[in-house]
């Protein structure tokens, strides 16, 4: 639990800063105020798919033991490597957006890994939730079956 709580805080952290540093990087490289670039939406990703899914995931855990699952570490490593090289992405193109810079399709290219690994990510969350629920049934049933 304490694992999952850290890395809900980390990206809380790292979300909050994120917002600060596109404010900050824009306004000091004078780019244009609305216009589109990658580093505005590093805040909300970072807050949402790090803070608050984690923050769900640490309530399931104390409902539910998911970390009683194999799957669980596969599940936490994978999913954060994701929102790392996703978000570091974000913040590569971005900056390139901002200083007038060509990005490349590598950056493209990583970034959709870390979507790949996102997703493998939730897929695992829901196979170990599943398992857990059934677990969790079972041991319900249990009581009342010997009753």
């Known amino acids: ?49 790090g803070f608050v899914v984690l923050l769900i995931v640490l309530l399931l855990e104390k409902a539910f033991a998911l970390s009683e699952s194999r799957l669980f570490g596969w599940f ?9 090289l996703t978000s570091a992405m974000m913040v590569w193109h971005g900056c390139l957006t901002v200083l007038g810079l060509e990005s490349s399709k590598m950056i493209a290219g990583i970034a959709g890994m870390g979507h790949i690994l996102l997703s493998a990510g939730m897929v695992m969350l829901f196979l170990m939730l599943r398992t857990r629920i ?9 009581p009342a079956a010997v009753a």
């Open 76 to 84: 936490f490593w994978t999913y954060n490597a994701g929102l790392v």
């Open 1 to 49: 639990m304490r694992r999952l709580f850290t890395a809900a805080f980390a990206s809380m952290l790292v979300g909050v800063a994120s917002g600060l540093f596109y404010r900050e990087f824009t306004k000091i490289n004078d780019f244009p105020e609305g216009q589109a670039t990658q580093l505005g939406l590093v805040h909300t990703h970072l807050l949402v798919l």
């Open 134 to 142: 059934t677990a969790a049934e079972r041991t319900d049933l249990l």
